[in-house]
């Protein structure tokens, strides 16, 4: 059993989160070039006398329809004049996203250093990325792209050997769109299971590899959903839900019953043998795993209310137990998760009692908490991941949201601190008990992703794979600041720009955050994000409350129904950044994906003076009916929903959708894409048809939808890079700036 994170983590194909790996609970993003002579020493962009971009057009945005449509809650009507636009499908919709883009794009078009940010980010991103390597038998399986590959290919390489491709995925379709969304090597090595994402859908397909003949198995199991795969001798676990009816193609409806079946190789998907349903629970996710050697099946439940999950076990070595489920953990307001087994005994990371999580030794022949032992206690520190992995324990975590990485014996007795390179995030340390090394990637804000080999015995690390980057990252400096919040509460902020950079109040500011679902928004290398950097642009990253930084206390005082303290955290960050002469209002924006593009919506309808520009991304920004759509009641832990009173009334307080009102919004430019099944696009037509109207100011308020896309995991290089080209041109463009680009 691979490690785990906490389930609201593992479940990011789940949540309203940005992207991770799943499966188990919630899994996260222009201008006239200059010559290079012309740039400041400070990399502070031109703002040279004289030299001023051309002032656009007034926008003229599509009409959209009105209606008197209203909803009623506990007697308040609630007024939804845009309801139409959530039929995805329907043609009246389609010519709307047609006619909306068709102004973003002509707006994007007059910008007249765009293709300047889009020949720049291609030529940083062109170059080699790897993936953190897997030891499978006697050979070693890792990712890579190349450069510009739209997504990146799985290898196997035998000892010192040219490494050989195992999975094209550039192949699976035509323009790329396309992804491996999850792979599984069978216990023997034999058989690879892996997952597919068509154009960014949360809805997979899977397939089945031989590994030693390289030829695919005839079935494809389909309709899988929030699901990893777990092997067992012949066969695997995973999880799915009934196909859709007929007429419907699974992008918006709710999604419910989610069943665990067992698949047996080369037979078809109408075999399957179900293992676990509740009938009587439609909500909530079944997830059934197995420990490496197989003795163990954990069987994770959540019910789509509380934010947590029950926990039980088999012990199939036991005849009394075998078909048996023994609950560990009854409760469904923690999470908790099997993370192997010493002997007779299942090694469980937990939060219950412990909202920093520790890891607690279970005799399942005894699963009364009296008879409990820790094996890795609570500590001041977050415990971010646990991994078992050659005969020991490799622990991650968290000082002030970085990674400090331990390591200790099965039994807990700690052995060394892991020695990294920098402050940073560290991710990886996965594999098999009989390990004797294994891989981790090393990442900051201006560190590009490093691939390490680490030696479990001698505690050393060696650097497996370094990339090489088109940025200086010595040209640049991370600070960490902690500033109050409204009612005073310390938030902490990573600070990063240029060396040299005056603070004088006008240096373009993106000050992006999360503010959610327990994730924690640790330090990582963004190649888009250094284009702003080498431009002079500050980047400004606070770990705001609601998020994993300091275990589950931090994240409770960010939700339902505190979920105000996060754009209060959010506001102040802006100030901060303001008043220590970073930048000003004219000089600022905004951003957040997902949770975070709720965080941004409910920011700008609350404080529309505070930034000059607003990034609202794959936002949830319906709070009363966010729940109707796909897998969004799984939301409910951390939002509340408008089907109880109070929670209404909280939600209805910072709903963007339902706070807009005529004001002078700052320049937004929402993005969405057309496959995100996750937050469905509607969340973003609404919110832009509502906004066009209210907005009483000149600032462009314009909506940009993906085609071929989805939330965000998988998308295409190619996709990628034209977004971050017009993100950047949108920013400097409103923020009346000329980049000084390479």
């Known amino acids: 059993m691979k490690a785990v994170l906490p389930l609201a983590v593992l479940l990011a194909a789940a949540s309203a989160c940005r992207a991770t790996t799943p499966p188990a609970r919630n899994t996260l993003p222009n201008h006239q070039?200059?010559?290079?002579?012309?740039?400041?020493?400070?990399?502070?962009?031109?703002?040279?006398?004289?030299?001023?971009?051309?002032?656009?057009?007034?926008?003229?945005?599509?009409?959209?329809?009105?209606?008197?449509?209203?909803?009623?809650?506990?007697?308040?009507?609630?007024?939804?004049?845009?309801?139409?636009?959530?039929?995805?499908?329907?043609?009246?919709?389609?010519?709307?996203?047609?006619?909306?883009?068709e102004v973003t794009f002509g707006y994007l078009k007059q910008i007249p250093f765009r293709d300047k940010i889009r020949e720049r980010l291609t030529k940083i991103w062109n170059y080699e990325r790897f993936g953190v390597p897997e030891q499978v038998g006697s050979e070693l399986v890792f990712s890579k792209n190349d450069g510009l590959q739209n997504q990146a290919v799985l290898y196997r390489q035998r000892g010192a050997e040219e490494p050989q491709i195992l999975l094209d995925p550039n192949k699976f379709s035509?323009?790329?769109?396309?992804?491996?969304?999850?792979?599984?090597?069978?216990?023997?090595?034999?058989?690879?299971?892996?997952?597919?994402?068509?154009?960014?859908?949360?809805?997979?397909?899977?397939?089945?590899?031989?590994?030693?003949?390289?030829?695919?198995?005839?079935?494809?199991?389909?309709?899988?959903?929030?699901?990893?795969?777990?092997?067992?001798?012949?066969?695997?676990?995973?999880?799915?839900?009934?196909?859709?009816?007929?007429?419907?193609?699974?992008?918006?409806?709710?999604?419910?019953?989610?069943?665990?079946?067992?698949?047996?190789?080369?037979?078809?998907?109408?075999?399957?043998?179900?293992?676990?349903?509740?009938?009587?629970?439609?909500?909530?996710f079944r997830f059934v795993n197995a420990t490496e050697d197989e003795r163990f099946l954990a069987l994770t439940l959540t019910d789509g209310k509380a934010d947590g999950n029950q926990l039980l076990v088999r012990d199939l070595a036991d005849p009394k137990q075998a078909k048996t489920w023994t609950t560990l953990i009854s409760s469904y307001e923690f999470n908790s998760n099997i993370i192997g087994?010493?002997?007779?005994?299942?090694?469980?990371?937990?939060?219950?009692?412990?909202?920093?999580?520790?890891?607690?030794?279970?005799?399942?022949?005894?699963?009364?908490?009296?008879?409990?032992?820790?094996?890795?206690?609570?500590?001041?520190?977050?415990?971010?991941?646990?991994?078992?992995?050659?005969?020991?324990?490799?622990?991650?975590?968290?000082?002030?949201?970085?990674?400090?990485?331990?390591?200790?014996?099965?039994?807990?007795?700690?052995?060394h601190d892991v020695k990294l390179p920098a402050i940073g995030t560290a991710s990886g340390f996965g594999g098999r008990r009989d390990a004797k090394s294994v891989y981790y990637a090393f990442t900051s804000f201006t560190y590009p992703t490093t691939i390490y080999k680490y030696d479990l015995a001698t505690n050393t690390s060696t650097v497996f794979r370094a990339p090489k980057v088109d940025v200086n990252p010595a040209d640049y400096v991370t600070t960490q600041v902690f500033y109050p919040s409204k009612d005073g509460t310390k938030i902490p902020m990573f600070i990063i720009h240029?060396?040299?950079?005056?603070?004088?109040?006008?240096?373009?500011?993106?000050?992006?955050?999360?503010?959610?679902?327990?994730?924690?928004?640790?330090?990582?290398?963004?190649?888009?994000r250094m284009l702003w950097l080498?431009?002079?642009?500050?980047?400004?990253?606070?770990?705001?409350?609601?998020g994993g930084e300091y275990g589950e206390s931090w994240h409770k005082a960010g939700m339902t129904p505190n979920k105000q303290n996060v754009f209060d955290d959010f506001i102040a960050a802006a100030e901060y950044l303001k008043t220590n002469k970073y930048t000003d209002y004219d000089h600022l924006a905004i951003a957040g994906g997902s949770n975070g593009g709720l965080l941004v919506g409910a920011t700008m309808t609350q404080r529309p003076d505070l930034c000059k520009v607003a990034l609202p991304a794959v936002g949830v920004m319906d709070m009363l009916r966010y729940q109707t759509f796909t897998i969004g009641w799984n939301w409910a832990p951390e939002y509340g929903t408008s089907a109880d009173q109070k929670q209404f009334e909280n939600l209805r307080k910072f709903s963007p959708l339902h706070n807009l009102a005529p004001?002078?919004?700052?320049?937004?430019?929402?993005?969405?894409?057309?496959?995100?099944?996750?937050?469905?696009?509607?969340?973003?037509?609404?919110?832009?048809?509502?906004?066009?109207?209210?907005?009483?100011?000149?600032?462009?308020?314009?909506?940009?939808?993906?085609?071929?896309?989805?939330?965000?995991?998988?998308?295409?290089?190619?996709?990628?890079?034209?977004?971050?080209?017009?993100?950047?041109?949108?920013?400097?463009?409103?923020?009346?700036?000329?980049?000084?680009?390479?």
């Open 33 to 101: 070039a200059l010559t290079e002579a012309t740039m400041p020493e400070t990399g502070e962009p031109s703002r040279r006398a004289g030299l001023e971009l051309p002032t656009p057009p007034p926008v003229k945005y599509p009409a959209t329809r009105k209606t008197d449509f209203t909803d009623t809650y506990f007697g308040t009507k609630v007024a939804d004049p845009y309801r139409w636009l959530e039929a995805l499908d329907a043609p009246e919709t389609k010519a709307w996203v047609t006619a909306e883009n």
């Open 174 to 284: 035509a323009d790329g769109t396309t992804a491996l969304a999850g792979t599984e090597f069978s216990n023997d090595h034999r058989y690879l299971a892996y997952a597919t994402s068509g154009g960014g859908s949360d809805w997979h397909k899977v397939r089945i590899l031989d590994v030693a003949t390289s030829k695919l198995l005839p079935e494809t199991l389909e309709w899988v959903k929030v699901s990893g795969t777990s092997w067992t001798k012949n066969g695997f676990y995973y999880g799915r839900y009934d196909a859709p009816k007929a007429g419907q193609n699974g992008l918006s409806g709710k999604n419910e019953f989610h069943k665990v079946y067992f698949h047996k190789l080369n037979t078809p998907q109408s075999a399957d043998q179900l293992v676990y349903e509740n009938a009587k629970m439609p909500l909530g």
């Open 341 to 415: 087994n010493v002997g007779g005994e299942v090694l469980v990371y937990t939060n219950y009692k412990a909202p920093n999580y520790r890891v607690v030794r279970i005799d399942p022949k005894k699963p009364a908490e009296a008879n409990w032992h820790d094996v890795l206690p609570e500590s001041k520190n977050k415990l971010e991941s646990v991994t078992q992995v050659g005969g020991r324990l490799v622990a991650d975590y968290l000082n002030d949201a970085s990674s400090q990485v331990k390591v200790y014996s099965e039994l807990g007795k700690f052995e």
């Open 498 to 528: 240029k060396k040299g950079v005056e603070l004088n109040g006008k240096n373009p500011t993106y000050l992006y955050a999360y503010g959610g679902f327990n994730i924690s928004l640790t330090p990582g290398f963004s190649v888009a």
């Open 534 to 546: 080498e431009n002079g642009g500050v980047l400004a990253i606070p770990n705001l409350r609601g």
């Open 663 to 742: 004001a002078v919004y700052p320049a937004t430019m929402i993005t969405t894409a057309d496959h995100d099944d996750r937050v469905v696009p509607a969340h973003s037509f609404k919110f832009a048809a509502a906004l066009q109207a209210a907005n009483t100011g000149p600032n462009p308020t314009l909506i940009r939808v993906d085609v071929n896309a989805g939330h965000g995991a998988g998308k295409s290089t190619k996709l990628q890079i034209d977004e971050w080209a017009d993100v950047w041109s949108f920013c400097y463009a409103n923020m009346g700036v000329t980049p000084e680009v390479k």
